[in-house]
Structure formats: structure tokens, C-alpha cells
T-cell receptor, first 115, second 111 residues
Framework: GAVVSQHPSWVICKSGTSVKIECRSLDFQATTMFWYRQFPKQSLMLMATSNEGSKATYEQGVEKDKFLINHASLTLSTLTVTSAHPEDSSFYIC???????????FGDGTRLSIL | GQQLNQSPQSMFIQEGEDVSMNCTSSSIFNTWLWYKQEPGEGPVLLIALYKAGELTSNGRLTAQFGITRKDSFLNISASIPSDVGIYFCAGVIQGAQKLVFGQGTRLTINP
């Protein structure tokens, strides 16, 4: 079945550091990838939609200069949290969809802790 | 924006009991998906529904796409301890790519 790999699974770093998270589709070509943020005991909140070879579409309220998304190939998208601060600490999850867009398969998430 | 109302928010049941949860919306959805999430992990797809009225099973799980296309339910029969987790419904509006998620149902099972 469709497999999405997300790396790293856990990051702890100092305030002001930029952190890159990778999302890979392992056995299919992901024309679209999605990045979510999840706070404890809450549902997933979509941050942005990333289409291969084009700029990401950000949801309202998400700072595109803070959360840089690159989708340079059909199997890899990256999310960079620039100059991270404690309020950026969260669980970040990516998902990927093939050319038919259904259904989305999720990575295992990245727990980001900013000290 | 579009919202999915998922209920119940939490369930505490005995092992062996059946479970039922549902999602409703004021919007029409083209696709309904049910995911399960365990602590520290990403959601795992359980069942995907693509047609109004569709009833699909995956082992002890059964889900249906409502006729009005505004609701879906998920049933779990004869629950076992490994069913513990948070279950999310998600819908896709026709012509859109992104998922709209429900608030989740947290399932706890007493052995």
C-alpha cells in the first residue's frame, strides 16, 4: 500500500534555529503534498498544500515566510520552520496524494520542541 | 469555512462492545474518509468512501457514506484493546484537494 515517510520524527532545538522536515512518498508519485499542524488533543489543522513544481498554497493565518515549503520532486516535499520559537512547538504531519488525489496517506509526524 | 461535526468526542467502553461514531456537515462532500491515530503517530487510513449510500467494511469496521452526502458513520464491532485511539472522519468537497477533518473521537476500552 501507499507509504509516506517523514523525517525526523523528533526534533529538539534552541530558539532561533531553523528546522527542516522531510516528507517522502515511497511507492508512488505524489503530485500533491499537504502539511498539517496538530496541537495536543486537537484535530489536524491544514497549513499548506504543495503541488510539485509550483508554489505552495497557504491556509489563512499561516505565515509563508515562517513556514517554507518546497516540493521539488514527485516524491519529496520539505517544510522548513524558520527561526523557530517556543510557540512553534507542535506535532507536524505531512500527507501525500497521487495524481488522482484520493485518498491521502499520512507520514508518522514530527514532534518539534523549541527550547 | 466547511466544518465537520464529529460525535461523540470520547467513548469509554468495555472490551467486546460495539462502537458507533458519526460525522455530519452542512456541506456536501464528494469523498468520506475514516482515519485512526495513535499517540505520537500520523493518522492511518481505515476506510475510504466515494459514492453516496456506499457501505464498506474493513474487518470489524464498517462505514457508510450518507445518502445526502452530508454525513458518514463508522461502526466497530466486538471491540478489542488495540482499537484504542482517536478516530477522525475527513471529507473532500468536489473540486477541492484538501481534506476537512472532524474533531475526532477518542476511544478508550476497559479490558
Amino acid at each position: 500500500g501507499a507509504v509516506v515517510s517523514q523525517h525526523p520524527s523528533w526534533v529538539i532545538c534552541k530558539s532561533g534555529t531553523s528546522v527542516k522536515i522531510e516528507c517522502r512518498s515511497l511507492d508512488f508519485q505524489a503530485t500533491t503534498m499537504f502539511w498539517y499542524r496538530q496541537f495536543p488533543k486537537q484535530s489536524l489543522m491544514l497549513m499548506a498544500t504543495s503541488n510539485e513544481g509550483s508554489k505552495a498554497t497557504y491556509e489563512q493565518g499561516v505565515e509563508k515566510d515562517k513556514f517554507l515549503i518546497n516540493h521539488a520532486s514527485l516524491t519529496l516535499s520539505t517544510l522548513t520552520v524558520t527561526s523557530a520559537h517556543p510557540e512553534d512547538s507542535s506535532f507536524y504531519i505531512c500527507s501525500a496524494a497521487d495524481i488522482n488525489n484520493q485518498p491521502q496517506h499520512f507520514g508518522d509526524g514530527t514532534r518539534l520542541s523549541i527550547l | 469555512g466547511q466544518q465537520l461535526n464529529q460525535s461523540p468526542q470520547s467513548m469509554f467502553i468495555q472490551e467486546g462492545e460495539d462502537v458507533s461514531m458519526n460525522c455530519t456537515s452542512s456541506s456536501i462532500f464528494n469523498t468520506w474518509l475514516w482515519y485512526k491515530q495513535e499517540p505520537g503517530e500520523g493518522p492511518v487510513l481505515l476506510i475510504a468512501l466515494y459514492k453516496a449510500g456506499e457501505l464498506t467494511s474493513n474487518g470489524r469496521l464498517t462505514a457508510q457514506f450518507g445518502i445526502t452526502r452530508k454525513d458518514s458513520f463508522l461502526n466497530i464491532s466486538a471491540s478489542i484493546p488495540s482499537d484504542v485511539g482517536i478516530y477522525f472522519c475527513a471529507g473532500v468537497i468536489q473540486g477541492a484537494q484538501k481534506l476537512v477533518f472532524g474533531q475526532g473521537t477518542r476511544l478508550t476500552i476497559n479490558p
